[in-house]
């Protein structure tokens, strides 16, 4: 690999960044184990948790009944999206004052390709450094920083050193770092699968390193190409500089968790003609239909397929939905929340796209 070829990409993760933001506005909380998110006494789920609730073993996505047992002197507030939202648009001002290659992921994260940038500055760490500094003078909150030659990289990079860290990982060292890491520490490998994993035997990046592709595929489905690569460092994705998510989806928490398939599939075709209806309503059809499924433990896990026409009619929304239900472990397992999103659409000469659909000759059959 040439020199002038390897990217370099940073990862910007702000530090608790709810939870901080509410410990910078109100001093009586800080240094106070905070967290933000719902009641506990509903079905309320932590938002953000503050370093201090972490030590409890407290987590975002965790059930606040959950977290209150673990620490229960902890401090409940309520989120506040439109200051949050504010305080991301600071951040991302201060990005491009660098490069336009900005892809946020969030309100707190994003990446950002310094390949070639607006100070002419061959090095990304010196960037992720200037950044870091400016973000804190801003907003006076801190950030953590990866810096690599991948987003993949610069992702786990990035969780290195919280908070308020940054951490490099180099071409070279890339694949020795990769093969000592822990298999629970690579993005995408969410509590569920860490257990299978280690089930089978992988407990590090070396231990996933020596499975061979089409024995992941049999394993875990498609995922297992994504272990395949993400072990070897192989990312090739770019940063997005228009992330125009054009998608419409409806998702829905239910007040008991549920594991009856016939009830699923009945709601999955309800979901599908509210869908459906947005879909004529916004004059748009989409290409690519996408199941959310988040277990009774937490896990959230989503499921795609793609058509080469356009779609937009109930019927084939909540069936392809129903199939994707197969590579999943519903009905196995219970379910909190279900979803169903339609996205890469045309919301443009919707008549010109469907005409071509028109299946002629139907009539006769």
């Given at each position: 690999m040439q020199e002038s070829h390897i990217r370099k990409i940073i990862h910007i993760d702000m530090d608790a960044f709810y939870a901080s933001v509410e410990q910078r506005d109100f001093p009586e909380y800080r240094g106070k184990p905070l967290i933000v998110g719902g009641s506990p006494e509903g079905r309320g789920v932590v938002a953000a948790a503050s370093y201090e609730v972490r030590k409890f073993g407290v987590h975002s996505a965790m059930p606040a009944a959950q977290a209150i047992r673990l620490c229960p002197h902890a401090i409940f507030v309520k989120p506040r999206f439109e200051?949050?939202?504010?305080?991301?648009?600071?951040?991302?001002?201060?990005?491009?004052?660098?490069?336009?290659?900005?892809?946020?992921?969030?309100?707190?994260?994003?990446?950002?390709?310094?390949?070639?940038?607006?100070?002419?500055?061959?090095?990304?760490?010196?960037?992720?450094?200037?950044?870091?500094?400016?973000?804190?003078?801003?907003?006076?909150?801190?950030?953590?920083?990866?810096?690599?030659?991948?987003?993949?990289?610069?992702?786990?990079?990035?969780?290195?050193?919280?908070?308020?860290?940054?951490?490099?990982?180099?071409?070279?060292?890339?694949?020795?770092?990769?093969?000592?890491?822990?298999?629970?520490?690579?993005?995408g490998i969410g509590d569920a699968t860490e257990s299978k994993m280690k089930s089978l035997g992988i407990y590090t990046g070396k231990d996933l390193k020596e499975w061979p592709e089409i024995d992941l595929v049999e394993k875990f489905g498609k995922t297992g190409r994504y272990y395949y690569r993400i072990v070897r460092g192989i990312d090739k994705r770019e940063v997005k500089t228009h992330r125009i998510r054009k998608s419409i989806g409806k998702e829905r928490t239910f007040s008991e968790d549920i594991d009856d398939l016939s009830w699923i599939h009945t709601f999955l075709k309800e979901l599908a003609v509210k869908i459906a209806k947005s879909m004529k309503n916004k004059q748009a059809a989409g290409k690519t239909v996408t199941l959310k499924v988040r277990y009774d433990d937490f896990e959230t896990i989503t499921r795609s397929t793609s058509f080469t026409h356009y779609i937009d009619d109930a019927k084939d929304i909540g069936e392809t939905a129903i199939s994707l239900l197969e590579e999943t472990q519903v009905g196995d397992r219970k379910v909190r929340l279900l979803g169903i999103t339609l996205s890469n659409l045309n919301l443009k000469e919707r008549g010109h796209f469907k005409q071509l659909e028109i299946p002629f000759g139907e009539e006769e059959m």
């Open positions: 200051v949050y939202r504010e305080v991301s648009q600071q951040i991302r001002e201060v990005f491009f004052q660098y490069t336009d290659k900005v892809e946020p992921l969030s309100l707190d994260e994003a990446y950002l390709d310094v390949t070639e940038n607006h100070i002419n500055l061959p090095s990304a760490t010196l960037i992720a450094q200037r950044i870091r500094k400016q973000i804190k003078e801003k907003t006076r909150l801190t950030a953590s920083a990866g810096v690599a030659h991948n987003k993949f990289l610069a992702k786990v990079a990035s969780d290195l050193d919280k908070p308020d860290g940054l951490s490099v990982i180099l071409p070279e060292d890339a694949e020795e770092f990769l093969e000592k890491l822990p298999i629970g520490e690579f993005y």
